[in-house]
């Protein structure tokens, strides 16, 4: 569902500070309610793809992936209403599709005893589907993971976390995840800034039809997300049926500008969405808002300029925010595994005595190298254009 079906879209926004069982469940309820009820997303004896965001395999203090405390509770409210579930993510595109990968994943991220639970599954098939979606504005064929395909319905519980590449990690983006990990990417490679890639992220949402979301923003990730940032604390659990609208509400809360987000500038420019129409219920944006969270070194803050300033931002973001910061080796903390140049979409990393080295003139900025690099070995470095210019639009 999208603002253009209803006049009004629900976001529930419920405080919850701790990851404590209890708490969470019923701050789940509260804000399902809010958006509508599970009735209303539901019906009982539907078998139900909950899509976390696995983004790798790691602990659920560094804030990288959903806590798997979010992920339980989301899945008792649903089995709770008579439907099964089956929880199913491809993690980052530096890891191949692959069940031992999988069972991995699983483990370092607190998942594996979710799969105890009565009536839910941990999907271990690694098979995709060819899609066509001629509706598509920007991509009109996906490859997806099988077990979206069989699902009844999708209910995405995503985690919120700042990115390097896209600003923002929400709602829209957790659906990155139904392309199998190596097909990913060549939608770097095509699409190589945030808006291109924005428009085919709004379309992967409106081919798998997502009916709810749930967003674990009780400890988010500051600073250069979606994997080398810093846990923060938020406090929040949001749920809507909306995507984009969970978004807003996200960005909002840590300071960002909607717009200045791809995939929500994208919706806007295909009429998806209009803020207005927005309606929070529960707590307020005001009462649980972190301004002061640390957004990542790529995003140029914009501020108060003058005429000339606003003038030439678009072109002064484009070449200091997008174009010169470049992955950088911490050649002390790298394990050698390859991972950097098995993912780069465009084969700008070459290996010399096993380390990588990259290729500036090719790299496209995409930064899935330092996004994967879970020995935190890749930095972004700022060259001289970049220094000089960013104090001009601050």
């Known amino acids: 569902m999208t603002l253009e079906d209803v006049e009004k879209i629900p976001v529930g926004l419920v405080r919850c500070d701790e990851y404590d069982e209890d708490l969470i469940e019923q701050a789940v309820r509260d804000a399902i309610n809010l958006a509508g009820g599970i009735n209303r997303f539901l019906k009982p004896g539907m078998h139900v793809l909950v899509k976390p965001n696995l ?41 191949p599709y692959k069940p031992r990968n999988l069972i991995k ?7 594996t005893e979710l799969g105890t639970c009565p009536d839910v599954t941990l999907n271990k098939d690694t098979s995709s589907r060819t899609v066509s979606f001629p509706d598509g504005f920007f991509v009109r064929q996906f490859e997806i993971i099988s077990p979206i395909l069989d699902a009844d319905a999708v209910v995405v519980v995503s985690k919120l976390k700042t990115h390097i590449y896209t600003g923002l990690t929400g709602a829209t983006k957790n659906m990155f995840g139904a392309i199998p990990g190596l097909d990913k990417p060549p939608y770097h490679a095509r699409m190589q800034d945030d808006l291109l890639f924005g428009k085919m992220l709004i379309d992967l949402n409106r081919c798998v039809k997502p009916i709810l979301q749930v967003m674990d923003a009780i400890e988010i990730m500051e600073g250069d997300g979606p994997m080398a940032g810093t ?103 790298c394990t050698r ?48 254009l970049y220094r000089i210019l960013r104090p001009f639009i601050r």
Request: proline letters at 7%.
């Open 55 to 95: 983004l790798m395999g790691a602990d659920p203090s560094k804030a990288v992936c959903t806590h798997p405390a979010v992920l339980k509770a989301v899945c008792t409210v649903i089995t709770g209403h008579g439907c099964t579930v089956t929880i199913a993510d491809s993690p980052g595109a530096g890891i």
């Open 231 to 333: 846990p923060a604390h938020l406090g929040a659990i949001l749920a809507s049926p909306d995507y984009i609208a969970t978004d807003i509400v996200a960005a909002r809360l840590i300071g960002f500008e909607p717009l200045s987000i791809g995939s929500i500038k994208a919706a806007k420019e295909k009429g998806l969405t209009d803020e207005s129409r927005i309606d929070v219920k529960g707590a307020t944006i005001q009462e649980l808002t972190r301004p002061d969270i640390i957004k990542p070194q790529t995003q140029i803050p914009g501020g108060n300029s003058t005429w000339i300033r606003s003038l030439f931002r678009p072109v002064v973001y484009r070449l200091a925010g997008s174009y010169t910061l470049h992955p950088h080796l911490i050649r002390h903390k």
């Open 337 to 384: 595994c390859h991972k950097c140049e098995r993912i780069c979409p465009v084969s700008a990393v070459n290996l010399q005595d096993g380390y990588p080295i990259f290729d500036k003139n090719t790299c496209i900025r995409c930064y899935c190298c330092h996004e994967m690099c879970d020995s935190h070995a890749i930095s972004l470095q700022p060259g001289l």
């Open 105 to 111: 994943a699983y483990d370092l991220a607190g998942y």
